[in-house]
């Protein structure tokens, strides 16, 4: 038997197939998920429908930032969210890895983890889980939220590479060193709750069949915005892009 090319899509399919599938003009009606509707998921996944690269630093006036590369089609961007929003309504598992199968990716995973937001005055704190939330289709440009940043920048994604066990390379300047960070192998997605239901909003967005928009800058504040602080920059590309490159090895 042939392996299964994306299990995001039997954990999420059906309920994609439930989706709005066009932003039209912005009247299309709203989608209300819920924990009973988003299916809780397993601790791994797998997907051969998807890849991703460390794509080395991006240089803002002499300060490097980390930025990673996602390619996905349509469809894998839209369970991709699905699994996203999944991982914040549901507490566990804490962390959700999407394994890579797809020949192109030089990053084995993708970890996902939702953080519970806390309300610190409470003894040692309140955890926040959303009850709902309610996606309307609408278009989505390169920068997708600088028109509209929110006050608060840890309400925006938070990225990171890093490698299996969240350790990174040990600190130093040496050829050791850069070779760790050359071989990270994990791109890890741990924002806010809000931080999550953004980016996620994004790659349902990125997943309508009347998207024409094949490219997703998300930078730091030296660049056009659309990461939390602290954070690495990941650029999508969907097919039809310049950086989706199924047989890419580098």
Not at 43 to 54: E, G, K, M, Y
Request: proline content about 8%; hydrophobic content about 35%; some cysteine.
């Amino acid at each position: 038997m042939a392996p299964n090319p994306s299990e995001l899509e039997t954990l999420y399919g059906d309920l994609a197939d439930q989706l709005p599938t066009r932003a039209i003009d912005g009247d299309t009606e709203s989608f209300t998920f819920t924990t009973g509707n988003l299916p809780e998921p397993p601790p791994t996944v797998r997907s051969d429908l998807c890849w991703a690269r460390n794509f080395g630093p991006h240089t803002y006036n002499n300060v490097s930032v980390d930025s990673a590369v996602l390619c996905l089609d349509k469809r894998s961007s839209t369970t991709l969210g699905l699994l996203i929003l999944a991982t914040i309504f549901h507490a566990k598992p804490e962390a959700v890895d999407v394994e890579l199968g797809h020949p192109a990716s030089t990053a084995r995973r993708i970890r996902i983890r939702s953080e519970r937001d806390s309300l610190s005055e409470y003894g040692e704190g309140l955890g926040v889980t959303p009850a709902f939330f309610s996606y309307r289709p609408g278009p989505v440009e390169k920068h997708p939220w600088l028109a509209d940043l929110p006050r608060d920048p840890w309400h925006l994604p938070h990225f990171e590479i890093t490698d299996a066990d969240e350790l990174g390379p040990a600190s130093g300047i040496g050829a050791k060193y850069y070779e760790a960070m050359a071989n990270r192998d994990t791109v890890l997605i741990d924002s806010s709750i809000q931080g999550q239901a953004r980016f996620a909003e994004l790659l349902l967005n990125a997943g309508l069949s009347d998207n024409e928009q094949s490219e997703f800058s998300l930078e730091v504040e030296g660049g056009y915005r659309g990461v939390a602080p602290l954070s690495a920059e990941l650029t999508l590309w969907l097919p039809g892009g310049l950086g989706y490159d199924p047989n890419d090895r580098g």
